[in-house]
């Protein structure tokens, strides 16, 4: 994910929104993330998380949809790279960030923040891409399950567009709060159903350096995976 600084938008209507996960401890689930995100000036460290520039520079912009955007350095980078992009998160801090520095760099007509729980469906309609980096969900019951959300999300892409997500799959020791981690093929295989006959662009875990509360040197390693619809073809 973007990496925590330093040290450590108005709602949208649900309508035509399709349920993907249980809902027992939404209002947790997003009391967590707001307090975590109002308890500091910025979370993040504002760059967009490696994987989006690495693959998505050369790509043809389009329609965007940022799943669990948090203070939307991915959207801003889609934006400032020719993109319509939505970027959907819990929290109202967060996204109150994302639109405020997307009026400031001048490309809020192109980067669109809203309060959504994506727990409760996405958006109807079909994006060329549709991204989600380290949305994870838990082990907790009723927390959100992360393949039944990318088949959603993939059921939102359209012909010729792409699905990149990128989730830990090695977390370092340090690494306190225990998310779900995810192979690579784990999530390819758990998207078959909804992905049968796309190119797979990028499966793999892709392992980097990473620097811990205390100054300690350690690992991580991210499952990212890029998945392309095909165009249908021509008649
Ligand atoms: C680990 S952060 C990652 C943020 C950003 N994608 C990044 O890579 O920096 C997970 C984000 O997902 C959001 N989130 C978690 N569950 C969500 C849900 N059900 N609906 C919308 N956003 C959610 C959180 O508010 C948080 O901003």
């Known amino acids: ?36 995100y109002a308890s500091v000036e910025r979370l993040w460290s504002g760059r ?30 889609l934006a400032e790279h020719g ?18 520095e997307a009026e400031r760099r001048g490309v809020a007509s192109r980067a669109t923040g809203v309060v ?20 994870h969900g838990g082990p907790e019951e009723g927390s959100l399950d992360l393949v039944a959300l990318l088949s ?11 699905l990149l997500t990128a989730v830990h799959a090695v977390n370092p020791p340090w690494h306190t709060h225990h998310a779900r981690t995810y192979t690579a093929d784990e999530l390819v295989v758990g998207l078959a ?3 049968a006959g796309w190119e797979v662009v990028v499966a793999e875990e892709r392992r980097r350096q990473v620097t811990g509360p205390d100054g300690q040197e350690g690992w991580r390693a ?11 073809p021509s008649s």
Do not use: K
């Open 116 to 135: 959504h729980d994506v727990g409760d469906g996405l958006p109807e309609g079909s994006f060329d891409l549709v991204t989600s980096f380290y949305v």
């Open 83 to 100: 993109w319509q992009v939505t970027g959907l998160d819990l929290s109202a801090t967060a996204v109150g960030r994302l639109n405020r």
């Open 193 to 195: 159903g909804e992905t």
């Open 48 to 77: 967009p998380n490696d994987w989006l520039p690495e693959l998505a520079t050369d790509w043809e912009p389009g329609t965007a949809l940022e799943i669990g955007c948090g203070e939307g350095a991915d959207v801003l980078w």
């Open 1 to 36: 994910m973007t990496q925590p600084h330093q040290q450590r938008s108005g709602p949208q209507s649900d309508a035509g929104m399709r349920a993907t996960g249980s809902q027992t401890d939404v209002g947790d689930r997003a009391s967590r993330w707001e307090e975590r």
């Open 222 to 232: 991210d499952a990212v995976v890029c998945l392309r619809r095909p165009q249908p």
């Open 152 to 162: 959603d999300a993939a059921a939102h892409v359209a012909p010729g567009g792409r």
